[in-house]
């Protein structure tokens, strides 16, 4: 007999929760919290979505998504998970960058940025502190027609590597372009400006797991391998899911799924505007990426100087096509130093990653695609050559994911790393106008992604989820929480 992973469910709950990436498990949290009874349900079998690793003979463990993030993620995991969360989150000092235009290390914050464009790229101080104000500025409400190039070139008009200096991790943070809104730059960068680059000790595996037990202790009841097929809706409002053949009633439901999942698979147009399905059908998914995931022996150190993170780049221009392209020539690398697990086994590892286009690798054959990867690590092992010297020799593990593993493993559609564009924000946030009970949180757009964005953004919509179970619990329709 397989295994009933919904074994002891009850038959309904005041919240179900679809995916446990950053943003679903936020939310179940507070609504858990907050007394109400809460379902959370994830196809694979781990919690954590994109925000996740995996283990290799040999004591190896290899982070997918945690190579950083703004020093915001304290406050709001304090507030909204636990004190002892927030207290294992710790700056990263030693952010590179090498490339054609220069080479430098920098703590990457304000100071330290405000230093280099004056001293290094030589930049009128008047203007590098005009350009920071406005970053800071701006806000959600702002016009959304300028957009990131035209920002950079009232600032900095013709200077190419200002604008690689400036760009270049956040392209990599989150896909964004110099075509994206301005204001979708300026809120992500002044968020690591103000203090810059944050990692978790300890690892992915010991957040999740830690994040799991805060769930169990707010009674969230938490299931693995449980792949919702659909919302089912009665009279405009959301009724029950229906999942591994079991149908559990709810009063809502926070979609944690692809936006476009949730709209066209888990909903269905049918029971939607037309209007709006033509807007969901307008929004541009954000790209995909691949990665080469590299184990150094037992025993084989890298100097810290290296750095924690080390953007290189072989072109000679910063150009947004040559970043995806599957001819690689821009790679991020992550070092993980032992200290990233201060109590597990003595490793050294190295991630390099490249964002990339699904289309590159979905169409291959299966034997094209086992070259094409590994091709890919070939090409990768070469670049990291020039920063650690005989690496091939010094590898006990190397292994290679595309766009292709990302979709298996989050039914992401096209393996999107950050969901979709900016747009998908509006279509998020319009679901529940459409859907009585029915809302969206994860990665869409800039802002709302990542691993701050998306807990976030599960935050915004846990408390919209409350706001209506009370208000229909006051006009009688439903119950408060217990
Ligand atoms: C390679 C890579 C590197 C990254 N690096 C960074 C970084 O350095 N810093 C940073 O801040 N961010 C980084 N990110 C982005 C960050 O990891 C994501 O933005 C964030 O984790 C997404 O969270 P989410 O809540 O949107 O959901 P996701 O992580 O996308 O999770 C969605 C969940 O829903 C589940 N699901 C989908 N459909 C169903 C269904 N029908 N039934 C049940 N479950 C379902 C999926 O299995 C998944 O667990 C990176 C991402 C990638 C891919």
């Known amino acids: 007999m397989p295994k009933d992973f919904l074994k002891g469910v009850q038959d309904e709950y005041d919240v179900i929760v679809i995916g446990s990436g950053l943003a679903g498990m936020t939310s179940a949290n507070i609504l858990g919290r907050a007394g109400y009874s809460v379902l959370l349900l994830e196809q694979h079998y781990k919690l954590g979505g994109m925000a996740t690793w995996f283990k290799r003979p040999g004591g190896h463990i290899f982070d997918v998504s945690l190579h950083g993030f703004p020093h915001g993620m304290i406050k709001s995991c304090r507030r909204y998970w636990s004190p002892e969360i927030a207290e294992s989150i710790v700056p990263l000092k030693r952010i590179r960058f090498d490339n054609p235009m220069f080479s430098l290390t920098t703590t990457y914050n304000r100071d330290d940025f405000t230093r280099l464009l004056t001293d290094q790229f030589n930049v ?10 406005a970053a800071r500025g701006m806000n959600f409400y702002d016009d959304q027609a300028m957009t990131t190039g035209e920002l950079f070139e009232k600032f900095f008009p013709g200077r190419h590597d200002v604008v690689r200096l400036l760009m270049e991790p956040i392209v990599y943070a989150n896909g964004s372009t110099l075509e994206d809104p301005a204001i979708t730059y300026g809120i992500v960068f002044s968020n690591f400006m103000s203090k810059g680059v ?7 595996d010991r957040l999740i797991q830690m994040m799991e037990a805060e769930l169990k202790s707010n009674h969230v009841d938490v299931r693995i391998k449980c792949d919702v097929e659909k919302v089912n809706l009665r009279q405009g409002r959301v009724a029950s899911v229906t999942v591994n053949g079991r149908t559990i009633k709810t009063r809502a439901v926070v979609s944690n799924a692809n936006l476009r999942a949730t709209i066209f698979r888990l909903l269905g147009e049918a029971q939607l505007d037309p209007q709006f399905v033509d807007q969901a059908r307008e929004v541009r998914l954000n790209n995909s990426s691949t990665q080469v995931y590299m184990a150094l022996k037992p025993g084989e150190t890298v100097e810290e100087s290296t750095g924690d993170l080390l953007f290189s780049s072989t072109a000679a221009d910063f150009r947004t096509d040559l970043l995806l392209s599957r001819d690689v020539t821009s790679r991020t690398y992550s070092f993980y130093y032992p200290r990233t697990r201060p109590e597990g086994r003595e490793r050294t590892l190295l991630v390099s990653s490249t964002n990339a286009h699904y289309r590159d690798w979905s169409e291959l054959s299966d034997d094209d695609y086992e070259a094409s990867k590994q091709d890919l690590i070939e090409t990768t092992l070469d670049a990291v050559e020039k920063y650690l010297p005989n690496i091939r020799e010094r590898l006990a593990h190397v292994e290679a994911s595309t766009p292709r593993t990302f979709r298996h493993y989050t039914q992401h559609v096209a393996g999107a790393s950050f969901g979709t564009k900016f747009e998908g924000l509006a279509v998020s ?21 990542g691993w701050l964005g998306a807990i976030n953004y599960g935050v915004i919509v846990a408390n919209d989820v409350d706001a209506m179970l009370m208000a229909a619990a006051t006009s009688g329709k439903t119950s408060a929480p217990s």
Do not use: C, N, W
Request: net charge negative.
């Open 124 to 133: 009128e101080p008047a203007s590098v502190k005009s350009f920071f104000d």
């Open 198 to 204: 944050y990692t978790f000790e300890g690892g992915t």
């Open 429 to 449: 946030r319009g679901l529940p106008d459409q859907v009585k009970g029915m809302y969206h949180a994860g990665s869409v757009g800039i802002i709302m992604s």
